[in-house]
């Protein structure tokens, strides 16, 4: 997750975050069989995998770039991959749907964000729409971008640590070195953040998606969602709706899920309201990490 240093306020020019993977990956990835097999599902625990691994371990995610993967239905050759691998890295959270509806071996399964359960934001009201191959969710129920809480992030890449630590024994120490160097890198942009939080002082902002509740609740934003698509331009009905919460909610900034267009950014100056983009990092982005 790349925080181009700051929301830092909303007097100055406040940037919050995009961030990159370096290559996409398949259903099954073969080219290690040798290798303990983890599958992960969802870029961020792919990503603390592959740091704390290294080369000890074959890391897939599956999911395609195009679809969100809390709400993507794997193949079936892609569930017979899960289902076949040495670990599983699962977000919890109600984030994966379609493990619901399948076996998958329980031994091998870690729920990386059961250590904070209690501390689950759980939203009312049913909120459902259709965007992407995925079709029609809804995003009422458990809020599920946990990892956007950079403490709760810690405690995830904590789970994949023992996990991994159990799986292949040898490699503990170098696995413990790794962590610790994530850990101390979240903890940077958690504190980060946190003074972003201070500095924007409570001013309303509105994001494009209900996916923000564990950033907003952490850092302190005062943020109240829409159901916007970045590549969908608002139509009136939309621009209604938002006038609406601005009513109440005088946000001078929208915090996008991914580059919005042209169009839609136009709209929103033109009522007195600027675009940042903060992408969570749910999926396999473009270029760099989940750092950087």
């Not at 079936?76 to 749907?97: H, P, R």
């Not at 990892?147 to 023992?162: F, K, S, T, Y």
């Not at 002082?201 to 970045?230: C, D, F």
Request: glycine share 6%.
């Amino acid at each position: 997750m790349k925080v181009h240093h700051t929301i830092l306020s909303i007097i100055g020019t406040l940037t919050l975050a995009s961030c990159g993977d370096p290559g996409k990956e398949t259903a099954r990835q073969s080219e290690h069989p040798d290798k303990p097999q983890v599958y992960a599902t969802n870029y961020p625990l792919k990503w603390f995998a592959d740091k704390m691994a290294g080369s000890a371990a074959n890391v897939v995610y599956p999911a395609p770039p195009d679809e969100d993967p809390a709400f993507w239905k794997p193949a079936d050759d892609v569930v017979a991959a899960f289902q076949e691998a040495d670990l599983i890295l699962m977000n919890g959270a109600t984030y994966s749907k379609w493990a619901d509806k399948v076996t998958l071996p329980s031994s091998k399964i870690v729920d990386t964000s059961a250590g904070f359960a209690p501390n689950f934001i759980v939203t009312q009201g049913e909120v459902t729409h259709s965007h992407g191959p995925g079709g029609a969710h809804s995003h009422s129920g458990t809020a599920f971008t946990t990892w956007l809480d950079l403490q709760q992030g810690i405690q995830q890449a904590a789970a994949v640590r023992d996990a991994l630590q159990k799986l292949i024994p040898a490699q503990k120490d170098q696995i413990t070195e790794r962590f610790n160097e994530i850990k101390a890198t979240l903890e940077s942009l958690d504190q980060r953040l946190l003074a972003v939080g201070k500095r924007i002082n409570n001013a309303p902002i509105v994001a494009s998606h209900p996916i923000y509740q564990y950033l907003a609740r952490r850092y302190g934003i005062n943020l109240k969602p829409m159901l916007w698509e970045p590549e969908v331009v608002p139509d009136d009905k939309a621009m209604t709706d938002l006038q609406t919460l601005i009513a109440t909610h005088p946000a001078k900034w929208m915090i996008w899920e991914g580059e919005p267009a042209a169009e839609s950014v136009a709209k929103l100056k033109a009522i007195g309201i600027e675009s940042v983009v903060f992408d969570p990092c749910g999926n396999t982005p473009d270029s760099g990490d989940f750092i950087s």
